[in-house]
């Protein structure tokens, strides 16, 4: 492929941000494409303190980057799929979906005794985690807990009273920080298109498209698309206590999804297999039947908080 033109690729600053774009830096350079990295802070960095939710917009850790597109000033931007919110701003697209990671919510603890008892403290800035752990483990306590990944491993190392804290297991394998002193949450429904990566550039570069559609993973692309139409038609932004997942299964899509109230005793959830030829539409269905048993009050009440 020839061309001068140099592909400029926004990205957070964190370690894992940084990951994930050189990623997909090296994989395009391995198409013969020139590119440069143009690392920005967002908002959601610099405010470690407030609760994602209370900052009252969706998208928290994309808009820097959004913004930056629109003006120009950068051609790609890579996010983590789970951050970005399902409407994508004007003129922005989806360029590729890159295939998806480990989806799984872990554990990192400081021994599992706790499990089994009454008390326990453990802290996500997750409202989706927090809600799914008070549904299994009503007695315990969540306190919030924000940072980059490294930041929250440093915290929960400093802490003197949580038993543990919940990360993405995608995050930790890719910079290599997964501790042993880990467990798989596997009855925690993940975020939908948690462990997938995105790129998105303006719909009207041509050459940037081109060049993304290479790297896109169709069958990602199928399961994460049901998970975020399965948020976005129960009207849920990316801080609502809603899991989501699709995975192909030879022919088939099996779908889990599920609904919570902020203190975790509602949960209203969905388990469904279709054959794959028939996905189009299958999220906002599923979304449709939870709204229907049970999850529209919940719904109603999320919208008053968030």
């Given at each position: 492929?020839?061309?001068?033109?140099?592909?400029?690729?926004?990205?957070?600053?964190?370690?894992?941000?940084?990951?994930?774009?050189?990623?997909?830096?090296?994989?395009?350079e391995?198409?013969?494409?020139?590119?440069?990295?143009?690392?920005?802070?967002?908002?959601?960095?610099?405010?470690?303190?407030?609760p994602?939710?209370?900052?009252g917009?969706?998208?928290?850790?994309?808009?820097?980057?959004?913004?930056?597109?629109?003006?120009?000033?950068?051609?790609?931007?890579?996010?983590?799929?789970?951050?970005?919110p399902?409407?994508?701003?004007?003129?922005?697209?989806?360029?590729?979906?890159?295939?998806?990671?480990?989806?799984?919510?872990?554990?990192?603890?400081?021994?599992?005794?706790?499990?089994?008892?009454?008390?326990?403290?453990?802290?996500?800035?997750?409202?989706?985690?927090?809600?799914?752990?008070?549904?299994?483990?009503?007695?315990?306590?969540?306190?919030?807990?924000r940072?980059?990944?490294?930041?929250?491993?440093?915290?929960l190392?400093?802490?003197?009273?949580?038993?543990?804290?919940?990360?993405?297991?995608a995050?930790?394998?890719?910079?290599?920080?997964?501790?042993?002193?880990?467990?798989?949450?596997?009855?925690?429904?993940?975020?939908?298109?948690?462990?997938?990566?995105?790129?998105?550039?303006?719909?009207?570069?041509?050459?940037?498209?081109?060049?993304?559609?290479?790297l896109?993973?169709?069958?990602?692309?199928?399961?994460?698309?049901?998970?975020r139409?399965?948020?976005?038609?129960?009207?849920?932004?990316?801080?609502?206590?809603?899991?989501?997942?699709?995975?192909?299964?030879g022919?088939e899509?099996?779908?889990?999804?599920?609904?919570?109230?902020?203190?975790?005793?509602?949960?209203?959830?969905?388990?469904?297999?279709?054959?794959?030829?028939?996905?189009?539409?299958?999220?906002k269905?599923?979304?449709?039947?939870i709204?229907?048993?049970?999850?529209?009050?919940?719904?109603?009440?999320?919208?008053?908080?968030?």
């Amino acid at each position: 492929m020839a061309s001068n033109q140099v592909i400029k690729i926004g990205t957070r600053d964190s370690e894992l941000a940084l990951w994930q774009a050189n990623n997909v830096k090296s994989q395009l350079e391995g198409l013969g494409y020139q590119v440069k990295l143009f690392p920005v802070k967002s908002t959601g960095d610099l405010n470690l303190d407030q609760p994602l939710y209370e900052m009252g917009i969706t998208g928290i850790f994309t808009k820097t980057l959004d913004v930056a597109l629109i003006k120009g000033e950068i051609d790609v931007a890579v996010h983590s799929m789970k951050d970005v919110p399902t409407q994508l701003p004007k003129g922005v697209i989806q360029g590729a979906v890159l295939p998806r990671a480990n989806f799984k919510d872990i554990l990192i603890h400081k021994g599992i005794d706790f499990l089994s008892q009454e008390k326990g403290i453990i802290a996500t800035g997750s409202l989706r985690r927090k809600a799914q752990w008070l549904n299994k483990y009503p007695s315990h306590e969540v306190e919030n807990f924000r940072g980059n990944v490294n930041t929250r491993l440093q915290k929960l190392s400093d802490s003197q009273t949580w038993n543990g804290a919940i990360f993405a297991a995608a995050g930790l394998e890719r910079i290599n920080l997964k501790p042993e002193n880990y467990m798989d949450l596997d009855w925690m429904i993940p975020a939908p298109a948690q462990g997938a990566m995105l790129a998105v550039c303006m719909e009207h570069n041509s050459f940037c498209q081109e060049a993304l559609a290479q790297l896109n993973h169709k069958e990602t692309e199928v399961c994460v698309h049901i998970e975020r139409e399965f948020l976005r038609a129960l009207e849920g932004g990316c801080t609502a206590p809603i899991g989501a997942l699709a995975k192909v299964e030879g022919n088939e899509v099996h779908f889990s999804g599920a609904l919570f109230s902020l203190d975790g005793k509602e949960k209203v959830s969905i388990e469904q297999r279709i054959p794959l030829d028939e996905a189009e539409g299958f999220g906002k269905k599923c979304a449709q039947e939870i709204l229907a048993n049970g999850g529209q009050p919940i719904m109603e009440e999320l919208r008053k908080i968030l």
